[in-house]
Nanobody
Framework: QVQLRESGGGLVQPGGSLRLSCVAS????????MNWYRQAPGKERELVAV???????DYVDSVKGRFTISRDNDRNSVFLQMNSLKPEDTAVYYC??????????????WGQGTQVTVSS
């Protein structure tokens, strides 16, 4: 089995920064894409940032220029550096990855989420 665990969430004032981390553990042979999603109260889950195995990235328009996604393939980890945070960034942030697991097939896995609250 594979587990994804996020960390780094918390309460921050508008304009502040946070760095989220996600580590994949268990039977991980390789990882294709690694993504960050978020879900605000009363809203649908939204794809925030993606990074593929080659390091190519993409972002939802609302975070471009403020968020940076990166990964460490040796540590099966993905990060989200969030700068210039706004109250509308408040949400539970989820890590998602397509992992080649013990079945030798690529399958999607999700973390349990970490709360980010931007408020003065």
């Amino acid at each position: 089995q594979v587990q994804l665990r996020e960390s780094g969430g918390g309460l921050v004032q508008p304009g502040g920064s946070l760095r989220l981390s996600c580590v994949a553990s268990g039977t991980v042979f390789s990882i294709n894409y690694m993504n960050w999603y978020r879900q605000a109260p009363g809203k649908e889950r939204e794809l925030v940032a993606v990074i593929d195995s080659g390091g190519h990235t993409d972002y939802v328009d609302s975070v471009k220029g403020r968020f940076t996604i990166s990964r460490d393939n040796d540590r099966n980890s993905v990060f989200l550096q969030m700068n210039s945070l706004k109250p509308e960034d408040t949400a539970v942030y989820y890590c998602n990855a397509e992992v080649r697991d013990y079945t030798s097939r690529f399958r999607p896995y999700w973390g349990q989420g970490t709360q980010v609250t931007v408020s003065s």
